[in-house]
């Protein structure tokens, strides 16, 4: 019964690769996020859909696209990953952010590139 | 940029005492959150405070904010060795009197209370 969940846990590839990440969310939200965690705990947005339209999209590399096939479901996919890119990538949920409502995050990948 | 600063960076306290930390942003909010991050998991969501709200409890959670100072304090009580784990404040930013969940992280406390 987990409310957002992410796989895989860990990741762990060389510089180069191409990889996915995936986010599932049951608690019926319509709006999922992606952030970006580095080593020092710093936690940044990357990109959020609600109801599967793309609505913040901040300063990433064009390597990273966010897919969302539906609004339950959030993938992050990685081209030509760099050693900068390693990291722990949360997933997260809210309903729709109008009023500002706090968000469920799921567990992390931990993303690490050789 | 970076919108909140919370301070202590870390903070170690004998059980049963209280814990407070600080934390500051810059630019005009909508909320502020407080979360919890357990070491090797996910973040857990406190509390939230609207910009018009000035305190909020939540069991042994207190929260207030100062808009004027652009300033958050949360303040747990009678801390347990449970509550060992990072603390972080989000803010919400208003633009155009809209949220669009596009939260602003801050590094965080690490807190660490010893039975």
């Known amino acids: 019964d987990t409310a957002v969940s992410q796989t895989p846990k860990y990741l762990v590839t060389q510089m180069g690769n191409d990889k996915s990440i995936k986010c599932e969310q049951n608690?019926?939200?319509?709006?999922m996020y992606w952030y970006k965690q580095d080593s020092k705990k710093f936690l940044k947005i990357m990109f959020s859909y609600n109801n599967k339209e793309l609505i913040i999209n901040e300063t990433v590399p064009n390597r990273f696209s966010p897919k969302s096939p539906d609004k339950a479901h959030l993938n992050l996919h990685i081209n030509s990953l760099e050693l900068g890119d390693s990291a722990v990538y949360f997933c997260?949920?809210?309903?729709?952010?109008?009023?500002?409502?706090?968000?469920?995050f799921g567990p992390g990948t931990r993303l690490t590139v050789t | 940029s970076q919108q909140g600063e919370e301070d202590p960076q870390a903070l170690s306290i004998q059980e049963g005492e209280n814990a407070t930390m600080n934390c500051s942003y810059k630019?005009?909010?909508?909320?502020l959150q407080w979360y919890r991050q357990n070491s090797g998991r996910g973040l857990v969501h406190l509390i939230l405070?609207?910009?018009?709200?000035r305190e909020k409890h939540s069991g042994r959670l207190r929260v207030t904010l100062d808009t004027s100072k652009k300033s958050s304090s949360l303040l747990i009580t009678a801390s347990r060795a449970a509550d060992t784990a990072s603390y972080f404040c989000?803010?919400?930013?208003?633009?155009?009197?809209?949220?669009?969940?596009?939260?602003?992280f801050g590094q965080g406390t690490i807190l660490t209370v010893h039975p």
């Open positions: 997260a949920s809210s309903q729709t952010p109008g009023q500002g409502l706090e968000q469920y």
């Open positions: 630019t005009s909010i909508n909320n």
């Open positions: 608690l019926g939200h319509d709006t």
């Open positions: 989000a803010t919400d930013p208003l633009r155009g009197g809209t949220s669009y969940g596009k939260l602003t």
């Open positions: 405070i609207r910009s018009n709200e």
